[in-house]
Structures are given as structure tokens and as C-alpha cells.
């Protein structure tokens, strides 16, 4: 079935430590997205990629990294940079004219 | 800066009631408008988009968008408690969905 697929579903960083997360997919898509939210929150947007090889930052892009080597895949590293890493992280992607439809989800807890 | 706001409720209805959720936006040239439903814990789910002034129906959902009033509003006939949970309004500069700015999100409860 094609679809977004986000892993690991929970994930603990110790202090100091990077962690990534996997989002992959197998619909095709140019651009993706990786988004953060806050409790009680709407989706900020951490960074994206239009096409493979490139990606911008979005809002949020402290203490965050990406990679674009394949069109199914864009991993985020959260880096001991960022010190407040808690928070429920979500990867979309979007086709040619068509909205965004997100991943399962990846919530991240500090050990 | 651009900015999507939303009540965060909670708004509660009684089952069988109308919902009316509502959606503002600061930037002008917004071209597509999306209410996503987010269930606790889990990731948003699209249930609504809408590219042009008026209103949009699907089953029990309307979405109504105003540009010039840079408003935007979901409707849910007959309510259901399967219905409460958290609905996310995202804005795009484009005729697509790219480049999203999400609203903080409504919180909908719907009592038997």
C-alpha cells in the first residue's frame, strides 16, 4: 500500500545525544515536510525539501538537520543543540497539485 | 508574519447538534485553505479542502471561505462523538498544499 511511513512510533534521547528520525515514502512525492507540535498546539514547520538534494529550512530550524539523498526518504537528526526536543514530530509529503497527507507521527521524550 | 487563528475551545455540542468551527487568516494572497481532524495522539487526517469563495459540502461536512473577510469556517451536521477531537485549519500561498501554515487547532467535544 502506498503511504507515508514514520519510525520509530516513541523514541527517548539521553542528554548530549542526536537522534533520527525516519520518514519514508512510497507515493511518488517531490516535497516533504518534517513539522513539531506542542501540546495543545498547531504544526510548526521544522524543515522541507522540494526535490531531492535540496531543502530549506522552515520556522524552527535550530538544533534540527536533514538529508534528501533519496526521493522516498527524508531523515531528521535532532541534535543536542536543541534543548527542548520533547514534542510529537510529523513527516508529510505532498504530489503534484494535491494536499499534504502526514506519517503515523514519531513522539520523542527526554530521558 | 503570517498567522492562522483559531479558538481553542473546547466548543462542546450535543450529539445531533451543528458544530461551526472558525478560522482566520493575516496573509492576503492565501490561494487554498484545509481543516485537518486530529485525534489525541495521533497524526492529522484531511478532511476538507477548499480553493474558492463559498461553500464546499461533503457528507456531513461544509466549509465555507470568505477571502475577503480572510475567514474560513467547517460546519459538522449531526454531530457524532466520534466527531470530538482536534480540527487543524492550514493555510497555502499556493493552489496546492504547499507550504502549509497551521492554525493552534479547536477543540471539539460532542456530548451524548
Known amino acids: 500500500d502506498g503511504g507515508i511511513t514514520q519510525s520509530p512510533k516513541y523514541l527517548f534521547r539521553k542528554e548530549g545525544q542526536n537522534v533520527t528520525l525516519s520518514c519514508e515514502q512510497n507515493?511518488?512525492?517531490?516535497?516533504m515536510y518534517w513539522y513539531r507540535q506542542d501540546p495543545g498546539q498547531g504544526l510548526r514547520l521544522i524543515y522541507y525539501?522540494?526535490?531531492?538534494?535540496?531543502?530549506q529550512k522552515g520556522d524552527i530550524a535550530e538544533g534540527y538537520s536533514v538529508s534528501r539523498e533519496k526521493k522516498e526518504s527524508f531523515p531528521l537528526t535532532v541534535t543536542s543543540a536543541q534543548k527542548n526536543p520533547t514534542a510529537f514530530y510529523l513527516c508529510?509529503?505532498?504530489?503534484?497539485?494535491?494536499?499534504?497527507?502526514f506519517g503515523d507521527g514519531t513522539r520523542l521524550s527526554i530521558l | 508574519q503570517k498567522e492562522v487563528e483559531q479558538n481553542s475551545g473546547p466548543l462542546s455540542v450535543p450529539e445531533g447538534a451543528i458544530a461551526s468551527l472558525n478560522c482566520t487568516y493575516s496573509d492576503r494572497v492565501s490561494q487554498s485553505f484545509f481543516w485537518y481532524r486530529q485525534y489525541s495522539g495521533k497524526s492529522p487526517e484531511l478532511i476538507m479542502s477548499?480553493?474558492?469563495?463559498g461553500d464546499k459540502e461533503d457528507g456531513r461536512f461544509t466549509a465555507q471561505l470568505n477571502k475577503a473577510s480572510q475567514y474560513v469556517s467547517l460546519l459538522i451536521r449531526d454531530s457524532q462523538p466520534s466527531d470530538s477531537a482536534t480540527y487543524l485549519c492550514a493555510v497555502s500561498p499556493y493552489n496546492a498544499g504547499n507550504m502549509l501554515t497551521f492554525g493552534g487547532g479547536t477543540r471539539l467535544m460532542v456530548k451524548p
Open positions: 525539501s522540494q526535490i531531492v538534494n535540496d531543502f
Open positions: 508529510a509529503s505532498i504530489g503534484r497539485n494535491q494536499p499534504q497527507h
Open positions: 507515493l511518488n512525492h517531490d516535497a
Open positions: 477548499i480553493y474558492s469563495n
